[in-house]
């Protein structure tokens, strides 16, 4: 028969002072006893939970006040609501640790567990709670609360963070970030000017994309159709693009009278013509119609105020009576003339125009038949003096 040792055992009312680190058994309570050097000590058995404690009374603070519980290391599901947490905690006592996992959300919001107030670390400040994970928090006795043990620390935000960029703070671990890295070359919301500062209101996000031509920087865009050499005075540069108005003949006398372009008063008087026999303009050539109503032959359009003469021959053909006739902007305002040979007659007369007046020729016949037509030749405009004058027809 194999050795076996035995405790001292016996009825709870039967058991004797024992020595200290002397064990015995309740046969009829089924407690266990050691000796100390105050006397017995009861020691528990929970079957429940698997675990052997002693009354911390009895051993007189030599042993730990507490063992940690099956229960307490598989984590159990807080009760009650997303702030006023239950669970089964047993008996507190300073520095109590417990694991659960939340069943709701709090948002940040004050929380209680068991009726007592739950912090982040050395604050008064509640945790932020995720339904499904878990959180280990701790007793504080002198403050009467449970504080959350730290995981992470920090005050970063999500938008703060790139997107699916994994970050943590006090609030949680494993937070993915939703600051969007916007692409090279964004375009700005709107800018604007002041003090000679140009600002660019720009969209909210990183901008951590490098250039094509610049690796190390990336690049916001406004687009801008006038910024333009041919918007920019000569001498000037802009964001780098050089000017190209040239304003070098911008002097007074050049620009008209009483005028006045970027601070530069005009001296030059305006052009008053006056009516003579140099040539300014003429057709140099013949022009001939059947028409029996006046019908324009020539027109001359012109860009100065005064007086002019017009000159003009007239000829008839197939023994026709040939009609000619100075017209200013289709209003007839010129003697009429009449010429019934086939010599070319040169009629002559003045007339006092504006700047963009229409001065015409217009001729008929009195009938019309076979080779009957009216010629209009050398119709010409002439000045005492010279100026610019446009052909039409």
Request: hydrophobic share 35%; proline share 3%; aromatic share 10%.
């Amino acid at each position: 028969m194999a050795n076996k040792i035995q405790l001292r055992r016996g009825l709870k009312a039967n058991i004797p002072t024992l020595d200290i680190g002397e064990p015995a058994f309740c046969t009829d309570t089924k407690e266990f006893y050691i000796g100390t050097k105050d006397g017995n000590a009861r020691m528990s058995y929970d079957t429940s939970q698997g675990v052997v404690a002693t009354d911390s009374d009895k051993l007189g603070g030599q042993l730990p006040s507490y063992y940690a519980k099956q229960s307490d290391i598989a984590y159990k599901t807080a009760g009650g609501t997303a702030t006023a947490l239950t669970l089964d905690t047993g008996t507190l006592v300073d520095g109590y640790s417990v694991t659960f996992i939340a069943s709701a959300n709090n948002n940040g919001a004050a929380t209680k567990l068991n009726n007592k107030n739950l912090y982040k670390p050395n604050t008064t400040t509640a945790p932020n709670l995720t339904a499904g994970k878990a959180y280990t928090v701790w007793y504080n006795k002198s403050k009467d609360c449970f504080f959350i043990k730290a995981s992470a620390e920090g005050t970063v935000t999500a938008d703060k963070v790139l997107a699916n960029e994994t970050f943590s703070n006090d609030n949680d671990t494993g937070i993915k970030g939703t600051m969007p890295n916007n692409p090279l070359n964004t375009t700005a919301d709107h800018s604007i000017v002041d003090s000679g500062i140009l600002h660019l209101f720009i969209p909210f996000g990183a901008y951590l994309q490098p250039g094509t031509t610049d690796t190390n920087h990336s690049a916001v865009q406004i687009p801008e159709p006038n910024l333009i050499s041919a918007n920019i005075l000569k001498g000037k540069s802009i964001f780098g693009v050089a000017g190209g108005i040239d304003l070098s003949n911008l002097k007074p006398e050049n620009v008209k009278e009483g005028v006045n372009i970027n601070n530069v008063l005009g001296t030059l008087k305006p052009f008053i013509a006056k009516a003579g026999d140099n040539k300014i303009i003429s057709t140099n050539s013949y022009s001939t119609t059947s028409s029996t109503t006046y019908t324009k032959i020539h027109e001359f359009q012109l860009n100065f105020n005064g007086s002019i003469r017009v000159k003009f021959s007239l000829a008839s053909h197939g023994y026709a009576t040939a009609y000619g006739q100075i017209y200013i902007n289709n209003i007839a305002l010129g003697t009429e003339r009449i010429n019934t040979t086939s010599s070319q007659v040169i009629y002559s007369e003045d007339f006092n125009i504006k700047e963009n007046d229409l001065i015409q020729v217009y001729a008929k016949v009195d009938y019309s038949g076979d080779s009957k037509y009216s010629e209009i030749g050398d119709f010409g405009i002439y000045l005492e003096n010279f100026f610019k004058v446009t052909q039409n027809k």
